[in-house]
């Protein structure tokens, strides 16, 4: 067995888990990254795009973001499609000049891990067998075998990093946590299609054929989902019938509809919402999709792991530069303010949005009137823009 010491040892090299790395890299904190997938897998796993106001800040602030202001797209707006109706919400106009960008998470990771090897960083892709020990002692640990070999990655403090189906929170005994969930009886059915984005803004359709959303990846990229069944199979998808589909929700809405193109990838999303309560247990704490998923409609998942870091990194570095875990007792209260507001919000644009396969007229008449009230009132489209491009993002010092 290799023995390897290390301040924080992280468990994932998703978005979580090399932000928190750059970021404890910066405050002279050590740390070791171990990942089940390989590094192909990592930089090609097509994933949220959407990114809010202080998750960008926050990449320029730590020098992540080169490539991000040459490529990303600033979106100073986005676009209701339902009743015949185009309605443009003014995001940067009606939240203090506030903006959201949209660059592929994927794409973020290319960023992350190129900067980790650059600095030399220890990240290690294609561990198998992981596990995390030692939960409630000083010196926790991370085992796991990689290139043959076994190591045991001795640390102060392990970051579970690894998404819903990692091994960190099944490692927490159940009676000392607690889950709230809650499914949503449908799913995306998502597709990337070569086709140059036919507008310049997300589209999001409420249609009574179910909803939709245009987005984009990229200038020759566009990213759609549709509402589809739980569990939907996706052999019964041909590309015709999701083009007829898109073409059908998308109608009407004052003339615009999406470009067509070859469909590259398809995937059939669940819905749902999930939050682990607390966020930490002894030395281990956890982040992102490890503690909390929330349904995609409010492009709230990759932002709220970014934010659920720079909260862990700062209260490390304040352990490490004060030799006190005040902060650190705070990390689950503070990130869980936050993620339960964001499940607030994905769950109203989710059910605004989404036809339910029994719905009654009254209840479809009543959401049209809530879809209508936007474009009637500031203080309606004021509170959407205001989650949409993400509360303020606060790190203590």
């Known amino acids: 067995m290799t023995r390897i010491e290390t301040q924080v040892a992280i468990v994932g090299a998703g978005p979580a888990g090399l932000m928190l790395a750059h970021l404890l890299h910066r405050s002279g904190i050590h740390s070791v990254i171990v990942e089940l997938r390989s590094r192909e897998h990592c930089e090609n796993r097509i994933r949220a795009?959407?990114?809010?106001?202080?998750?960008?800040?926050?990449?320029?602030?730590?020098?992540l973001a080169a490539r991000l202001d040459r490529e990303g797209m600033v979106h100073h707006?986005?676009?209701?499609?339902?009743?015949?109706r185009l309605f443009r919400i003014p995001l940067s106009s009606l939240a203090q000049g506030r903006a959201i960008t949209v660059y592929g998470q994927h794409e973020l990771v290319k960023d992350m891990i190129a900067c980790r090897l650059a600095m030399a960083g220890d990240l290690c892709f294609e561990c198998t067998g992981v596990m995390v020990r030692n939960l409630q002692s000083p010196h926790p640990s991370v085992h796991c075998d990689h290139q043959g070999k076994t190591l045991e990655i001795a640390a102060d403090f392990i970051a579970g990093c690894d998404g819903f189906h990692g091994v960190c929170r099944p490692s927490i005994p159940a009676?000392?946590?607690?889950t709230f969930e809650r499914s949503f009886p449908f799913a995306w059915l998502g597709v990337l299609a070569q086709a140059a984005p036919s507008s310049d803004e997300l589209v999001y359709a409420s249609h009574e054929r179910g909803f939709a959303l245009f987005s984009m990846r990229s200038p020759g990229i566009t990213r759609l989902y549709l509402q589809c069944r739980s569990g939907e199979d996706l052999a019964e998808w041909s590309d015709d019938r999701i083009w007829s589909e898109l073409l059908a929700r998308f109608e009407n809405a004052d003339g615009w509809l999406p470009a067509e193109g070859s469909i590259l990838q398809k995937n059939v999303a669940p819905m749902r919402s999930f939050v682990v309560e607390p966020m930490q247990?002894?030395?281990l704490f956890l982040a992102g999709d490890a503690a909390h998923i929330v349904p995609p409609t409010g492009a709230k998942g990759m932002n709220l792991a970014i934010a659920d870091v720079a909260i862990l990194a700062a209260g490390l570095d304040f352990f490490y530069r004060r030799n006190s875990s005040g902060l650190l007792e705070q990390y689950s209260s503070i990130c869980l303010r936050r993620v339960w507001q964001a499940q607030r919000f994905s769950c109203w644009m989710t059910n605004l949005l989404h036809k339910p396969e029994q719905e009654s007229p009254f209840e479809a008449r009543r959401r049209l009137a809530e879809l209508d009230y936007l474009t009637l009132s500031r203080a309606a489209s004021t509170a959407l823009a205001e989650n949409y491009v993400g509360l303020p993002l606060e790190i203590p010092s």
């Open 175 to 178: 009676q000392a946590i607690r």
């Open 77 to 84: 707006g986005i676009r209701l499609a339902f009743d015949g």
């Open 49 to 63: 795009g959407v990114l809010e106001q202080g998750t960008v800040d926050l990449l320029r602030h730590t020098g």
């Open 281 to 283: 247990f002894g030395r």
